[in-house]
């Protein structure tokens, strides 16, 4: 066989194993017989070791693994993976859909789907082919970790029909629980530790070195969210089934893996029959999402911070199981806030052992009516922070003392105090009880925050333990001298720390300012403060009134605003921070008044010129207010493409004025 024809030859028979890789895996059927199959795929690696040079990237044979990956690098996600808002309320998810319904005039769509207890992958394709898979990892940037997700059978490596040119999709990796039992009957006639649950395994699989083993493992993945240009489908649920087209597997619409619905009720339905039935499925799950399924509402609705408004997801609750409660601890927050914190005699719950629990509060501990010596009801928040629930009072010892809530810190001996209206317990020695000293410092360094490399928790530590670092201004007084003598710092690690904390010096003004720690100010708010304001000196005169004149900035932050900077070493640590260099002059948002100043203009269907965010942008800059539905107050609706027609008739019923993209351009030229 010539050059030619084993190039012809190898892509025929990848084309062909890749068809029946799909058949098999995906569409749960046959068309060839084991042995045919096995020796299609032996005939393929046999020609790629004879002309390696027209070996495909993706070609058939990566299924069976073999790359080594020494280190697995960081990919930032090209669009944010945010985590998704969670309740275990059947009461939160119509409190969701109630305030959904307020913010969208049209009729709303919902996808309920499974909530696969896996780890969340992203993975790209470029002209049908996989270029790219990465874990999930902070929600901004994940590990590479493509050479392991190619083992995966379930997951294409070339795509088919009329798919995008560029585009990412993601879904849940999981090891199925028949492959978990299997993978520890092995371990367990060998002598070796068992693993604790197919979640932490499916998880710690996807980061083994070597995708040979990977491969062994029978990991498995559902893919359901499409992101990308180019994605014609009008919705989420859209998207999935033609994703479906394109060789993904996606969830089963006939199986009640996924499905539509428009009302509370077929939300509900959903919830109770999989919160009876999950226990039949060959896979786990811990909860169901739900979805607002058009892309249009999507966009309206937006995001928070840290996750979007227009999904939730509903947990199930977990097994609850009893075991003995041996004492209490108390842990301090960077807050100065008191959490009490169960230490348990050991017991199994969802596949870990759980040793302690927390007890949240005061109040807590009084409801629950603990005494040493109990035996307490333990379930999981979640499926992964474990708390107290009740008590098996029929189990307590006669002579029990009751536990009581301390009354001063258990690090510094401060005075706990208690605000009213709060159900939390402080510590009002702030400035020198050492757990809210380093946090302050931790959260200034953190990586929202000033996000200085080469400083963590331990280094903190050392170097307050030291007497070196008291506040965050401390730290840029740090010499090299001083860092080379701390335990374990070497020249090379010194240097780089110190070129951190020099590089923080460009760090934006909203982030120093979140950076500060300002109680109750966080991501959001300090952005819109910093924008508002413009200044650190600015913000630092605003009066009660100038404060809560800022979008979303209301009673309980601007009074914490007040507060802080009433604050005499408060107002020392800003002047030390301004004196090295720290930026506390932001890009202040002018406002040009006459334009839309006093304006609320609500902003619906797509643009040609601008997006959505854009429009909304402009508009804040402009001194108008961003409104989220049509009312009696909306000056105008900036009406786009496909809007919805009761959005529209609505302004036309209350005599809102509608304008277009073209009319917003000319108000802001003139």
């Not at 002309?51 to 080594?68: A, I, M």
């Not at 209301?554 to 004196?579: H, M």
């Not at 207010?625 to 302004?651: C, Q, V, Y």
Request: charged share 25%; proline share 3%; aromatic share 8%.
């Amino acid at each position: 066989m010539n050059s030619d024809q084993a190039q012809q030859e190898i892509l025929r028979l990848s084309e062909i194993i890749n068809y029946h890789n799909h058949l098999y895996y995906v569409e749960s059927r046959t068309e060839i017989a084991d042995f045919e199959f096995d020796s299609l795929l032996k005939q393929l690696q046999e020609l790629e070791i004879q002309f390696p040079q027209f070996t495909l990237s993706n070609s058939p044979t990566k299924r069976v693994g073999g790359d080594l990956t020494k280190k697995f690098e960081t990919v930032t996600h090209r669009y944010p993976m945010l985590s998704l808002s969670n309740t275990y309320s059947e009461e939160e998810i119509l409190e969701w859909e109630n305030r959904i319904k307020k913010l969208v005039d049209d009729e709303v769509e919902y996808v309920c789907e499974l909530k696969y207890d896996g780890v969340a992958i992203g993975i790209r394709y470029e002209n049908g082919q996989l270029t790219k898979a990465v874990t999930r990892g902070d929600g901004e940037k994940g590990e590479d970790v493509t050479n392991n997700v190619k083992t995966i059978r379930t997951v294409p490596l070339v795509l088919q029909s009329d798919f995008p040119t560029d585009f990412e999709i993601r879904g849940e990796i999981f090891l199925p629980i028949e492959k978990f039992n299997s993978i520890n009957s092995q371990r367990e006639e060998r002598g070796e530790a068992l693993f604790a649950n197919p979640r932490n395994t499916a998880s710690g699989t996807l980061k083994m070195q070597d995708s040979k083993v990977v491969a062994s493992r029978g990991l498995d993945s559902f893919l359901y969210g499409v992101y990308g240009e180019g994605i014609n489908s009008i919705g989420h649920f859209e998207s999935v089934q033609k994703a479906s087209e394109w060789g993904f597997k996606i969830p089963a619409s006939n199986a009640r893996f996924i499905e539509k619905t428009t009302s509370i009720d077929g939300i509900m339905d959903f919830i109770d029959y999989w919160n009876i039935n999950r226990f039949s499925l060959p896979f786990e799950i811990d909860g169901v999402v739900i979805k607002v399924n058009s892309y249009n509402q999507q966009a309206e609705l937006g995001f928070t911070a840290k996750s979007p408004r227009w999904a939730i997801a509903y947990k199930f609750k977990a097994t609850r199981v009893e075991t003995g409660l041996l004492s209490v601890d108390y842990q301090v927050g960077r807050t100065g806030a008191i959490t009490p914190v169960a230490n348990l005699f050991p017991v199994q719950l969802g596949g870990t052992t759980v040793k302690r629990a927390s007890l949240h509060n005061a109040d807590q501990i009084e409801k629950l009516d603990l005494h040493f010596g109990d035996f307490v009801y333990v379930e999981k928040g979640g499926e992964i922070i474990p708390k107290i629930v009740g008590v098996n009072t029929e189990k307590r010892p006669a002579e029990a003392q009751k536990i009581k809530f301390i009354s001063t810190c258990p690090v510094c001996n401060g005075i706990l105090t208690r605000k009213e209206g709060e159900v939390g317990h402080f510590c009002v020695n702030e400035k020198s009880c050492p757990p809210q000293v380093k946090g302050k410092i931790e959260h200034f360094i953190s990586r929202k925050a000033l996000n200085i490399d080469g400083l963590g928790e331990e280094t903190v530590d050392l170097l307050y333990e030291k007497k070196i670092v008291n506040t965050a201004a401390d730290l840029y007084d740090l010499t090299f001298d001083q860092l080379l003598k701390l335990d374990r710092m070497a020249e090379k690690s010194a240097n780089n720390l110190l070129i951190g904390i020099e590089h923080s010096k460009k760090i934006p003004f909203e982030r120093v300012l979140f950076g500060i720690g300002i109680r109750f100010v966080g991501e959001t708010s300090a952005k819109k403060l910093a924008r508002h304001f413009g200044s650190i000196d600015e913000l630092m005169k605003a009066s009660y009134d100038d404060l809560i004149e800022v979008d979303e900035i209301g009673e309980k932050i601007a009074n914490s605003i007040l507060e802080f900077f009433g604050d005499a070493e408060n107002q020392l640590l800003i002047d030390r921070l301004q004196a090295k260099g720290i930026q506390f002059i932001g890009e202040k948002i002018e406002i040009n008044t006459g334009v839309f100043t006093g304006k609320t203009i609500v902003v619906s269907g797509v643009f040609s010129v601008f997006s959505r965010d854009e429009l909304k942008e402009l508009i804040e800059q402009h001194g108008g207010k961003n409104g989220s539905s049509i009312s009696s107050k909306t000056d105008f609706l900036l009406a786009g493409e496909n809007m919805g027609p009761s959005k529209l008739k609505k302004a036309v019923d209350l005599g809102v004025a509608i304008i277009s993209e073209d009319d917003f351009v000319k108000l802001l030229n003139n």
